[in-house]
């Protein structure tokens, strides 16, 4: 980013000074006073109680600046891992900062892999707002009882959600209901179409390094749905399209030649599919074609592009912990993210795109949000955002739009996307992806282009188990103590289970952090559920010293090369069947 002029800095801090006149803040503002752990149906705020836990003059809570209309954070697409103290060597940024100046068919054009080794920061940005990194959020984890906090996470409140949507006559915005969602063995069948008849369908993918690695924080899922054409033949459902569309959209934003996918029948949509002459009663390899099928055939492939109405629903859960000790994705949501690509933009006009947020950045303009009300915001690439997060109550809400502009920092401009997406190209190759997450049917395999497991790969590069190397359970597990990534111990690992999942004590302590965090509202200071204060972070960017130096930098592309360990490695050999991950 360009330079901006420090009278923003200045605006700012104005801005803080007249909210603490606003709230009347006084001296104990800044005192922390969690209560006493209490089952989970009364585990709120007592009245009158404190629960900022932030150093005197910074005592400002985040729902202030929301309800007086004050931008805390203009630069909030510059997400918290940007500052991360690299000392030079350790460069967890490749995997967001990417250019493909060589590949003149790729419609990602930001072509940011500079600022591996560059801080190209605004004034206001130099400074890293994400305050909720530097907590210590200790004294409030040893408040709360485990068997409170496994009472909270085991709650299903994305139910509620729905309920209160549907109901509201002024409501304007998406409704995603899913029958189940919170117990995924019983909302989706085996190849992760929802059983309700809502038509979205759950795919396994390698989470995203290492953000979404349950050890850093939470579990998740992801699930796609494609408009009506795509899943009919002659205006009524089809099956057999909707699957053989979905393996042509894989192949289009993987740009694939060919696929598998679960059982098809040719004779059912007229066509041969997999190319061998024959119209088949049953097929499970598809090769690509210029058109979609059914009645979807008079729209193209375009390559690396999601057609129009494309949607994506994504869940940020608590980390389960069952009887056992082992790891699930818990029904308590943290958050409900959704995207729907309301524009077909072709290839020219994302360029175009592209270059308006650059000349934005020229002329020293600070990132601007597009607000829809209740439809969320839109990233003027083509999608519309929406996001639900919990209120002080644990019940979920959409998100405020300072909250929301926080979406904008990874679906608007980073290089390394795809049509501004990433859990869909890590999506597992072919038939076999089709199906709920889950982290014990995938093994470490590496991206396109490298040789070795990705997530081995990323800790070599990054020098821990997450961007802040602050995760120090995966650097007693995976690193010696010289500091360096033990590989036999990470090439041993029989799946991204053992390799990610957090122990039972660290998965509490980390819904416990959350929790606290949950209870403050303070997301626009950061939705990182620390446990300690971050040590490896910077507070101040100094830009007189580069991030990176030149051989710490690296070319990276988030697809995943699925075939040199292929092995199907079975699910009773697993033991691991209903434990899955982020």
């Not at 200045?10 to 752990?37: M, R």
């Not at 991206?447 to 590069?461: A, D, K, P, V, W």
Request: aromatic letters at 10%; one cysteine or more; glycine letters at 8%.
């Amino acid at each position: 980013m360009m330079m901006l002029k420090t009278s923003l800095l200045v605006k700012s801090q104005a801005l803080a000074l007249c909210l603490l006149i606003l709230i009347g803040c006084d001296k104990q503002a800044g005192e922390t006073l969690l209560a006493e752990a209490v089952p989970a149906a009364q585990m709120e705020k007592k009245a009158g109680e404190k629960t900022y836990p932030y150093r005197a003059g910074d005592e400002i809570p985040a729902l202030a600046y929301i309800e007086h209309k004050e931008v805390y954070n203009a630069e909030a697409v510059i997400p918290p891992q940007c500052y991360t103290k690299t000392d030079g060597v350790n460069n967890p940024c490749f995997a967001c900062h990417q250019s493909y100046g060589k590949e003149k068919t790729r419609t990602n054009m930001m072509r940011d892999g500079d600022l591996q080794g560059a801080y190209e920061f605004s004034d206001l940005g130099v400074t890293n707002h994400w305050k909720n990194l530097f907590v210590n959020r200790r004294p409030l984890i040893d408040k709360i009882s485990d068997a409170s906090i496994k009472d909270w996470i085991t709650t299903d409140n994305y139910s509620a959600l729905i309920a209160k949507l549907k109901n509201d006559p002024g409501w304007q915005g998406e409704i995603t209901p899913i029958a189940n969602l919170p117990y995924p063995d019983k909302a989706f069948n085996e190849f992760g179409l929802a059983n309700d008849q809502s038509y979205w369908v759950a795919f396994n993918y390698k989470p995203f390094p290492s953000t979404f690695w349950p050890t850093n924080g939470s579990t998740g899922d992801a699930m796609i749905r494609l408009p009506a054409p795509f899943r009919q033949l002659n205006g009524s459902f089809s099956l057999d399209v909707y699957f053989a569309n979905l393996a042509l959209v894989e192949m289009a934003v993987k740009d694939l030649a060919e696929i598998s996918l679960p059982p098809v029948s040719e004779l059912a949509i007229g066509q041969d599919l997999n190319g061998d002459g024959k119209i088949s009663g049953q097929i499970e390899v598809i090769k690509r074609r210029s058109h979609y099928l059914g009645d979807a055939a008079g729209t193209s492939l375009a390559h690396m592009l999601y057609p129009k109405d494309t949607e994506f629903l994504h869940t940020v859960r608590y980390i389960g912990v069952d009887d056992q000790g082992q790891i699930y994705n818990a029904p308590r949501m943290k958050e409900v993210r959704y995207m729907k690509k309301h524009s077909f933009k072709s290839k020219e006009m994302l360029a175009t795109a592209y270059y308006q947020e650059e000349k934005e950045k020229h002329f020293e303009n600070l990132p601007q949000v597009r607000s829809l009300g209740d439809k969320g915001i839109n990233n003027n690439f083509g999608w519309t955002i929406n996001a639900y997060i919990e209120d002080g109550h644990g019940q979920l809400r959409q998100q405020y739009q300072q909250e929301l502009a926080f979406c904008g920092g990874c679906h608007k401009t980073i290089g390394a996307t795809i049509d501004q997406t990433f859990s869909f190209p890590r999506k597992v190759e072919g038939a076999r992806g089709w199906g709920y997450i889950n982290l014990a049917k995938q093994q470490d395999v590496p991206n396109i282009g490298e040789q070795q497991g990705e997530f081995l790969t990323y800790m070599q590069r990054a020098g821990g188990g997450d961007e802040f190397r602050q995760n120090r359970e995966m650097l007693q597990r995976w690193f010696d103590n010289d500091g360096r990534v033990n590989e036999e111990k990470v090439k041993g690992a029989g799946n991204l289970y053992q390799l990610i999942t957090p122990s039972p004590r660290r998965a509490l302590d980390l819904n416990k952090a959350y929790y606290t965090l949950m209870k403050e509202q303070s997301y626009i200071f950061g939705r990182d559920a620390m446990l300690s204060g971050a040590d490896n972070v910077l507070e101040q960017v100094d830009e007189s010293q580069a991030p990176l130096a030149p051989e710490h930098r690296y070319q990276w592309d988030l697809r995943l090369n699925w075939h040199p360990r292929d092995t199907d490695i079975s699910l009773a050999q697993q033991g691991e069947d209903r434990y899955v991950g982020s």
